[in-house]
DNA sequence: CTTGACATTGACGTTACGTTAAGGTATATA
DNA sequence: TATATACCTTAACGTAACGTCAATGTCAAG
């Protein structure tokens, strides 16, 4: 099927305008345009804007969906279960706010009392820390094709908060990594910080943090090429320096 | 209990940025301020501050929500069973979201099929309209202290976008019946044109329109000193000229 | 007496569109 | 064949609800 814009629009309820915003910031193209100039969309496009559709409802925001969907692996099944997961999430939080509106109604009829912090309960994005004790899979698999895998798929259930977090982290480390390394000491300040950062940006992926596995996950940076060119990209010898400034870190010389 | 900005924005869930935008445009203004110029919110602000952030998870406007709230009738309890109402049917939306997940899901997995329509059930804020259907208990109750109430009453229970778009109208009507009015004629197109309106002004309110009941409310226009005085408040007999209009609108010259 | 965590008022920036304006295109009907 | 109507286009300014500085003042603890 091929849809005119406004017939994709009535179809998902959105707005030409909206459409012609995502046109122009390369959220979504249409598939051609006709010899008129109109934009015409086929059904890639319908699935893809599902997909555009779900993240925002989940409130990620334009850019973040742009990276996300357009990431070579990305992979629609798989973000479908994790738009169900948030869903399911969100549902849960509407109960909370259900139940606060059922409680402060009781209240108001003189049936209970509620402490102003039960009043706010379901407002509050909660606290996911708490129940979603994420295990490091990560070191324990070792590495194969399956560990690059399971951390993107942590990245997807991440809030978009966390995933701007996290990514910032990660650019960071590159820069000031670089920086340290050309100063050439790996217990000085600057590359302790760069150690310290780097636990920062370990502990979104893996909540079990240790010593240990933060020195094993350092030497694997050495030994893996994969991980290796990651980190020499902006400086030869980088994987190196970081792991002798996370041993030095983690109170180990060598 | 007395609470700082930044207390109350912890207890909330929000920012103090919000707080202070707030306070700014008079939504949300502190119970007062202390010497040395710092807010200082109190339980009274606490529930206001409720009622606002339940009406903002429901798509309010800032603005809608000042109005609504501070009017001199405004009912919290009320407002509660409308919070509550909305959201159950929210939960509702979400329901049908997740099952448009695990559809997609299916369909990629190969086990089942779906319409380009199906995709997006779901996302499309569903038409209220039909199971919504409201009776007119306005004229049926003929007139009195409740009928107001209750009108009122269903103005809650719209959505924003029926809101503005009802109050618009209402303001509307009053601005052209009074053009018209002085023009002399109730058959002339522009009165027509006014019936029209008020026909459709009408049908926001009250879902089982007939000729019958909007002459019937027309008359009543003249007949109750209450909504006389609203329509005549820009032109003097504005009411019967209405009243007039709309029996010629309807087929009924007298 | 200074340090750090609070608070204040501007004021400009951002996101995701809404909303004209000015005009080209397709199709049904007079 | 004309014209009305309902589409479509780009361009550009508007807006809502804050976020994010910057510059500065206040308060409690060590």
């Not at 915003?21 to 100039?37: A, C, F, V």
């Not at 295990?135 to 094709?145: H, L, M």
Request: aromatic share 10%.
């Amino acid at each position: 099927m091929e849809y005119t814009i406004q017939k994709i629009a009535n179809l998902a309820g959105i707005s030409t305008r909206t459409l012609r915003h995502y046109d122009s910031i390369n959220l979504l193209k249409p598939i051609r345009i006709n010899s008129s100039g109109y934009r015409i969309y086929g059904e890639n496009e319908i699935d893809k804007l599902q997909q555009i559709l779900f993240f925002r409802e989940l409130g990620f925001g334009l850019d973040t969906i742009k990276e996300l969907i357009s990431k070579k692996d990305f992979d629609p099944l798989y973000a479908l279960y994790h738009h169900k997961q948030k869903l399911l999430e969100k549902k849960k939080q509407l109960d909370l706010l259900i139940e606060t509106v059922d409680k402060s109604i009781a209240e108001r009829e003189g049936k209970i009392r509620m402490t102003d912090q039960e009043k706010f309960a379901g407002f509050k994005k909660q606290m996911l820390h708490e129940n979603e004790k994420q295990y490091g899979t990560i070191i324990r698999e070792k590495y194969g094709a399956e560990t690059v895998e399971k951390s993107n798929q942590k990245l997807l259930n991440m809030t978009e908060e966390e995933y701007l977090k996290v990514t910032k982290l990660a650019e960071d480390i590159q820069v000031k990594l670089a920086e340290a390394k050309r100063l050439g000491d790996p217990a000085s300040v600057e590359a302790q910080e760069v150690a310290a950062m780097h636990k920062r940006w370990l502990s979104f992926y893996w909540a079990g943090y240790s010593k240990e596995a933060h020195r094993g996950l350092a030497q694997m940076y050495v030994d893996d090429p994969r991980f290796a060119k990651y980190y020499d990209a902006q400086e030869p010898g980088s994987a190196a320096f970081l792991r002798d400034a996370i041993f030095i870190y983690t109170g180990k010389t060598k």
